[in-house]
Structures are given as structure tokens and as C-alpha cells.
């Protein structure tokens, strides 16, 4: 897979602060529920893939050490939801009122 945000990755990502980081992570993934409610399953993918290449920058950033399982179990449901059987039922409100605490924070 090709990465899509090139200057993000070559340490930009780690100068955001984590509520940053998880409201960009936000962004992509309300563009993939917009893009799955339209039945676009190419562009669905796209936001989709640019959330886990967020996720997977956020991973890496030493600072979030601590945060880690909250991290990779929201990685993990991201997958079920958006590839695999929702397993952990999750639905597009859950998700946005997920992210919507972390943009409200992130603009404050």
C-alpha cells in the first residue's frame, strides 16, 4: 500500500498531540461511513486505508506509550466494522460520537 500522507509520516504526525492525532483519524473515518452509506466501496476503502495509515502513525509516536491498547483495540474494530462481520456491532453513530468528542477537544 502506498503512503498517503507523505509528510505526516516523515514526522509531522508526532508533533500533533494525541487528541489531534485521533480527530484526523476521525475525519477519515467519517469520510469512509459517507463513502459506505453512497455504496462506493473504492472510495470507502480509500478513507478506510488513510485511517489505518493514521492509526498506524499514531502507533509509532513514542508519546502514546501509554495508550496503546485503547489504540490497537480501536484499530482492530475499525477492521470488523469496515472489513470484516461488525462482530462488536458497532454503527455509524457509535463511531461519530466516538470521534466527535475528540474534534470537539482537538478545536478548543
Do not use: C, P
Request: glycine share 2%; no cysteine.
Amino acid at each position: 500500500m502506498e503512503i498517503q500522507h507523505k509528510q505526516l509520516a516523515q514526522g509531522s504526525w508526532k508533533k500533533l498531540s494525541l487528541v489531534e492525532q485521533m480527530a484526523n483519524i476521525g475525519s477519515e473515518v467519517e469520510r469512509a461511513i459517507k463513502w459506505k452509506n453512497k455504496n462506493n466501496v473504492e472510495y470507502k476503502q480509500l478513507a478506510f486505508d488513510r485511517a489505518l495509515e493514521l492509526l498506524d502513525l499514531t502507533l509509532v509516536d513514542d508519546k502514546n506509550k501509554k495508550r496503546l491498547k485503547e489504540i490497537t483495540r480501536l484499530r482492530e474494530a475499525l477492521a470488523d466494522y469496515f472489513v470484516f462481520k461488525n462482530e462488536y456491532h458497532s454503527t455509524d453513530k457509535a463511531w461519530h460520537n466516538y470521534f466527535h468528542a475528540f474534534n470537539y477537544a482537538a478545536r478548543i
